[in-house]
């Protein structure tokens, strides 16, 4: 891996981390984070969907180290981060990312949520609690996801850096 990408898997780490305590969503016992979702589309267009995964889990293990979240970050956050980086990689389109976070997250993270909340948290949740707040959270982070990405499109220095990654059609 180059030191490139591992220099901006380290910044978009050190951005997810820092930017978790200033918005959130609250659902519960989890803690939604539409800038984790944002990362999330950038990382799986930039970088593609192993180390946007890795991304993610960085950014909940910090996130939990540092009291600002939950066990429920981890499969949100990865299951978003692999579907944003694999349909982009399959579709070229930078709203493949953007469908892959809401579907990983929203939806499939959040139905993954509900045992690790009943058995680890104690929670008593029903099977669609957090698909609503986990939804609403990243459709908001992956449509910022898709603004960056097209403006850093627009910029050619920025251009230049995505390359091939570049989408068919912005």
Known sequence: MSVQKLTV????VAIGTICSHLFWIPAGVAKAFPVQHAINVMAGVTLGPIPAVTIAFSIGLLRNLF??????????????AFLAGYLYKKGRKYTYAVIGEWVGTGILGALIAVP????????KTGAFFFIIPFLVSSIVGGVIGLVVLRVLHKNAAAKNWLGSKEEKSA
């Not at 009291?67 to 978003?80: E, R, Y």
């Not at 690790?116 to 929670?123: Q, R, V």
């Open 67 to 80: 009291g600002i979240g939950s066990l429920l970050a981890f499969p949100g956050g990865m299951i978003g």
């Open 9 to 12: 898997m380290a910044m978009l």
């Open 116 to 123: 690790i909340a009943t058995i680890f948290l104690g929670s």
